[in-house]
């Protein structure tokens, strides 16, 4: 799933018998361009090429040994191969959630109990939150560099670079540095097609979601993860005209149900939380209000660079016309229609910064950057 590989289920003929335990069906995953994060503009010198190749490589291998310790933990599908391209997964019966489903209270609470179980565990990687403003630094200088010839494009990129992009990273930077917020192993994209819903679970209470597709997980900040999953709320990629999505801001979670989720994500670090005044919870919870609202801030600045970087790598050097599979809908139609749509999700995030920027500063008085 995700804009940035290919996914190809394979299936056994049915006059072919099983051997043994062999699975009838298996995922077949193609690492995408975006993950293997060759750089956007061939005037790069060739050691600049092979270092981004070679750090691509590595990336791709540590993803691998995360899949199969979470398969392990039975927190995400099983791994039954990998090669230098990609791997073979387990084919999970199932489908993924739709972008109005995330508001639904008993999903709700089911993804904050996943998500709470996933910064739990204890990775062996580096513990350092390097991830998110090294990779938002590794796009940015992308970005800067790219050259669309198409004229639409240039313009739209002309004008996502008119905010000064680097003083506003800074400035962001500077923001979430006064902002706490513990280091906790991430998904880093916990948006609705990245949450299966389990076939025949549909009814079920509790233990009817799956979360898959760990490419961007890593050590974090837990305020972007929360924060990213609530920007997700606003977003439906299912939309079947141009541009593929729709971005409302009215989507994004109230007040009562970011406390829904935040409380249900406390509940399960029981050995922490249960014991504590309401009153202490409530600090809590008011300290988590603002720490995930600040973090958001940053999930619309990252996936917005991404998007760039996406529309150049993906269309153009790699082909992703090829790509079958996104899990955002049915949008690949065409080649020029997804890189105008990849440059307009960058604007509309951009722009959704713009207004939650505006609504925090009336909230609380100017950010002291």
């Known amino acids: 799933g995700g804009l940035s590989n290919m996914l190809f289920q394979c299936s056994l003929p049915d006059t072919l018998a099983s051997v043994g335990d062999e699975p009838r ?21 060739e050691q600049a090429q092979r270092d981004s190749e070679f750090q691509g490589a590595e990336a791709m291998v540590l993803e691998s040994v995360m899949f199969a310790i979470l398969a392990e933990r039975s927190l995400g599908p099983k791994l039954f191969g990998i090669f230098p391209q990609g791997r073979l997964e387990q084919f999970i019966p199932s489908r993924r959630l739709d972008t109005e489903e995330l508001s639904l209270p008993d999903i709700s609470a089911e993804i904050a ?4 179980r996933f910064h739990g565990m204890k990775m062996p990687f580096n513990k350092e939150p390097k991830w998110l403003f090294g ?28 905010y000064n992009l680097p003083l506003e990273l800074e400035n962001l930077r500077s923001l979430l540095e006064s902002t706490p917020s513990p280091v906790v192993f991430c998904h880093n994209d916990c948006q609705e097609g990245n949450i299966l819903l389990l076939d025949g679970r549909e009814n079920s209470e509790k233990q009817k979601l799956m979360l898959i597709d760990f490419e961007y997980s890593s050590y974090n900040y837990r305020g972007f993860d929360i924060g990213n999953h609530f920007c997700e709320w606003m977003y439906d990629y299912n939309y079947e005209k141009y541009p593929f999505f729709r971005a409302n801001i009215l989507k994004y979670p109230t007040r009562k149900q970011q406390l829904h989720f935040i409380s249900n994500y406390l509940a399960a670090f029981q050995n922490e939380f249960e014991n504590l005044s309401n009153e202490e ?23 917005g660079l991404w998007s760039i970087v996406q529309a150049k790598i993906s269309s153009i050097e790699f082909g992703y016309m090829d790509s079958v599979h996104p899990p ?15 440059m307009l999700h960058s604007m509309a995030r951009t722009k959704v910064i713009e207004q939650k920027l505006t609504k925090l500063k009336e909230q609380r008085g100017a950010f002291t950057w």
């Open 135 to 162: 990779t938002m630094e590794k796009y940015l200088n992308q970005v800067l560099r790219i050259r669309f010839t198409g004229e639409s494009k240039v313009k739209q990129l002309h004008r996502f670079l008119s």
């Open 328 to 342: 955002q809908g049915t949008w690949v139609q065409s080649l020029v229609r997804e890189l105008g749509s990849h």
């Open 25 to 45: 069906k298996v995922l077949l995953r193609l690492y995408g361009a975006i993950l293997k994060m060759r750089s956007c503009n061939k005037e790069g010198s």
């Open 113 to 116: 109990e996943k998500m709470a």
């Open 281 to 303: 919870k409530s600090v809590i919870e008011e300290e988590m209000l603002l720490e995930v609202n600040r973090f958001a801030l940053a999930s619309h600045f990252f996936w």
